[in-house]
């Protein structure tokens, strides 16, 4: 127990206690009552006159440039208009004019009750954009209550679908800035990296409103004057990459890419079908952006980086220079092939089923005769042959901080088919891997790349943006008789009788040099070469073969490297023609 | 220094026991305190569950079970580590004061891992707890002793004075305030109270001028007279007052408050919360809320004044004192009464560590009066 006299105290004072609470609480009570019932006016009336908004300015968004210094992507003025439904006086007057006025579809209509239902009051429903001028003058004439016009920008794409999946876009997202329901973010590509250098800072009007709404005043001292952001200058010739974009859409899907070897600057990137970011504003964009999900040939992937092929025989440039650099081969040294090659208990073919004949290096490149590599790949062993394509740049990312998705591929070995498929690595996967198929996957890039430095006999590391600084890049160290030997065989395969003798560029005085691939993907069964194997016609379109070229020119002194890939196109000539089509404007406009 | 300590046999309480002797008119306007601010802040992010009712739901939870787990413990635990808990939380002071984070120009927070928290929220309950077992086993003519208030003096000082440097007025005025008032109902003498006021009186400019920031300086003289700087250190004061003066006697409605929806009314969700639930639900709305809160101040004072051993008795009305402080100096700051410093309302306002720290304390309540009727002595047994 707590003795008596201490708890008596206890009592006494903590009566002291309750009744000052009591005090200080009632002025809590007479205050609260002072501010909400004896001055509620004036406080209500100092909150209309007080209330404010704020208007954000839009920055104008950088651009992203071409090497040119023209713009690909740049921002527009346009003027928005927008209403806010609290403060009209009659919401279904108020929409049914501006819906005349502004021609609106029902749909339109529709669509804007529906984001009034569904929004808090004071938040601002979308109207229309790119309004007409004169409309919009006749609307402010009208000065309607609610009714707001917002002076914004709208992102023009030049290139328009011309490598969209690279230059990316933007739009609204719902992480965007408080209160401002036009602020747009990259959402994807260039756009989406370079956020921060194209965003610039948005500036502020702070508009004081009256009870209805009107705005009655604008603070000065909080005014803030947008800042414009920063371009973006990449390495990407608008002129050819209109050109690759337009020669490959005549396919139903694929991509190519275009290196200045010199400095590694990628003029052209594409990836075909594509989609126009240009038609991401109006009415219709959701139908056609669902349009676009539903499209197997997958227009939103940037199949440069994304898409996973087997060279085929454009790896044969590898192997033939693996073979050279390990001394196991001399150019002049011949195979004969009859059309078919048996080894161990399984017969090989030579896509010519009545064979080459006798064939040197030049010649097997020139008529990408199987026989040949299957051997020269048995020859040298898959070890040599993954060192030479590593070193080659397969199985690597390119400009990865920029374009951040991308598929490396698989380059395989021993270890890589006792890891993941379980089983020995046997002399057929060798085999095989000789004309690029089996378990080889690479992509367009690196393929570009592979052919960039062959060509050069340097490390070339491609690049999209510029820089002041030109790169340097170190040697591969390959013995040039080596390079040489290819590189011959690689003119010929655009000369009469070569696989893309058709393909040759059109620039008077200039050649290029490149290597056909067709690869499989479907495995060819025994009994279906035997009752005839199907015709590329009689498959279905995904399960037609691909045709891969790569390519460099001028052949006396290499400057350009081109790679392209046409999906389920059955064979090379598509990509060759296309690749071609592009060099032949390149070396055209540089005179 | 003799302390007249009593032995007890009591044995140790039952679950289900101390479940019969649990108050539920005690626990329940806390849940309904806790249910409004949950109702508020989900306007607060715009009638959204983002960013702070769903986050602040999982903070209720998780101080609903440190309240669980205080209130059903044993009472001889808090006894025994009272003076261990104090020098914890002391040390959390001394750690937030020099390696702290600053927020809103004050150094407040201690970066733990994923969350932050603000050890002055608990200092205050673990000044309650060590007050409590310091005086609660000393006998009439101690208490009357000057020399027997110097230590617990000295415990409040170190971290008063820390706690001002960081600077937190609110919480340094709040401590102050809380073992003041302590000292009064254990028996201090009333003399000491008026010779302390008076060398207050005396320190104020040198505080004024030594010891305080510029900006605290311009929050009183805004105080003293708004509309000096009606876009600065005022706007927010000003707004504040329109907000909720204009919410009249119904309010503007739930998620109508067009000045704290709309508008830039500052710290909408944490300090001024009391603003946004005024002008939402207008004078009723507040009213309710006091109410509320006027009767968990009375239920604390009758669990005191029921507890029949010193230290419950102590415990209970420190945290009382505590709780009216609180929101006193909260709900005078947003109506213009006194000036801005940085204390939230109890149990609404946006943010973990003040409300674990409270229902810490609701929880050491319903403990003492749990063990209402248990003797206990000094050593905890």
Redesign the interface.
Known sequence: MIDTEISKQFDRRSAIFLTGGMFLTSFLVLRMLQMQVFNYKTYKKKSENNSFRIQINMAERGKILSSSGTAISHDTPIYRIYLIPEEAEDLESLVDTVAKDLKLSKKRVEKIWARIKKQQKFQPVLISENTDWQILAGLQAKNLPGLHVNSGYSRLYELGPAGAQIFGYVGTTEKGMPNTPFYTTGITGLEKTFEKTLAGTPGQTVMITNAVGRITGEDQNLFKNPIVGNDVKTTINDTIQRKLYDSLSLHKSGCGVVMNIENGDILAMVSAPSFNPNEFMGDDSEEYISQLRQDIAKPFMNKVFEGLYPPGSTFKIVVALAALEAGAVNPSETTFCPGHWDYGDRRYHCWEAKGHGKMNLAGALKNSCDIYFYQLALRIGIDAIKNMAEKLGFGEKYIQEIIPKQMTGVIPDRRWKENKIGSNWVHGDTIISGIGQGFILTNCMQLAVMMARVASNKRIIPRLLQTDKQPKFKSMGFMPQNIKSVLTGLEEVLKPGGTAAGSAINVKGLKMGGKTGTSQVRSISRAERISGVLTNEQLKWNMRNHGLFVGYAPTNKPKYVVCVITEHSGSSGSAARTASATMTELLKNEG | MTH?IRFSNANMMSFSEKLKRFSWPLFIPMCLVLLLSEVVLYSAG??SWQPFALSQLLKIFLSLGVFAFVAFSNIKFWIKSAYFIYAIALILIILVTFVGHTGMGAQRWLNIGFINIQPSEFFKMALVLVLARYFAWM??VD?SKFKNYLIPFLLMVIPFALIVTQPDLGTALSIALITG?MF??V?ANKKWFLIGGILLVLAAPVIWYGGMHQYQRDRIITFLNPDSDA?GTGYQIN?A?????????LGKGY?NG??S????LPEKQTDFIFTMM?EEF??IG??IL?SLY?AI?ILL?WT??TC???FG?LVC?GFM?NF?IYY?IN??MV?G?VPTVGVPLPLMSFGGSSLISLLFGFGISQNAHIHKDQ?LSAKGS
Do not use: P, V
């Open positions: 007249q715009g009638g006998n009439s208490i008032g009064f109902i028996g876009r707004q007052k329109i907000a909720f003066g204009s919410g009249g006697i998620l067009s000045q929806q709309q508008s830039f005024g207008g004078f507040a009213i006091l006027s101040i004072f005191a004044k029949k051993n010193r008795q009305f004192l009216f006193f709900i005078s109506l009464l003797q």
